[in-house]
């Protein structure tokens, strides 16, 4: 079936940057955009950007240009969100997530299963 | 960006109830509006596509309707394990998605 299997929960200091992975199965990864939407605590759902597995293309959602970087490894099917500069408030639960066309919207589905990324010193 | 409000934010209702959420763009996004339900500790998951169309396997108590600017998303008679968060999300302006600021579900 197709899934997506993210990585540990990871602990860092302000600062510091963290890499998230995003490992693809059950499809073929090189023909679906992989995006990444992040959820703190108790808070919504919050886009963070997009990248084509085929190109290596990507766009960031404004707020996060400058500190995140999308790419992938096509020999292992996986995708990585790197963010940099961590501060207390990117303390969140970061999401990947397939995207897919159906009548005309783009939409995601499956979901990772998430992954606790921790900002503290 | 197109800003997406869901109302209410939060719902208490019983098992076998009727509910509607709604969610309202800050533009016309045609029907490029999709629904997920998110459970404690969980991923989201599609529920409605394309503002009326049932995901796969989504049982059919679940219907969306609506386009432009106001949606809802009905449960007709809701089971136990229909407590969760609903979110709206639009992908008119794609690849730049939002979603609303979800509805959280609660047993009255």
């Known amino acids: 079936q197709v899934q997506l299997v993210q990585s540990g929960a990871e602990v860092k200091k302000p600062g510091a940057s963290v890499k998230v992975s995003c490992k693809a199965s059950?499809?073929?990864?090189?023909?679906?955009?992989i995006n990444w939407v992040r959820q703190a605590t108790g808070q919504g759902l919050e886009w963070m950007g997009w990248m084509n597995p085929n190109s290596g293309n990507t766009g960031y959602a404004q707020k996060f240009q400058g500190r995140v970087t999308m790419t992938r490894n096509t020999s292992i099917s996986t995708a990585y969100m790197e963010l940099s500069s961590l501060r207390s408030e990117d303390t969140a639960v970061y999401y990947c997530?397939?995207?897919?066309?159906?009548?005309?919207?783009?939409?995601?589905?499956?979901w990772g299963q998430g992954t606790l990324v921790t900002v503290s010193s | 960006d197109i800003q997406m409000t869901q109302s209410p934010s939060s719902l208490s209702a019983s098992v076998g109830d009727r509910v509607t959420i709604t969610c309202r763009a800050s533009q016309s996004i045609s029907s490029y509006l999709n629904w997920y339900q998110q459970k404690p500790g969980k991923a989201p998951k599609l529920l409605i596509y394309a503002a009326s169309s049932l995901q796969s396997g989504v049982p059919s108590r679940f219907s969306g309707s609506g386009s432009g600017t106001d949606f809802t998303l009905t449960i007709s008679s809701l089971q136990p394990e229909d407590f969760a968060t609903y979110y709206c999300q639009q992908s008119y302006s794609t690849p730049r998605i939002t979603f609303g600021q979800g509805t959280r579900l609660e047993i009255k």
């Open positions: 997530a397939r995207e897919y066309q159906r009548e005309m919207t783009e939409l995601f589905d499956p």
């Open positions: 059950g499809y073929t990864f090189t023909s679906y955009d």
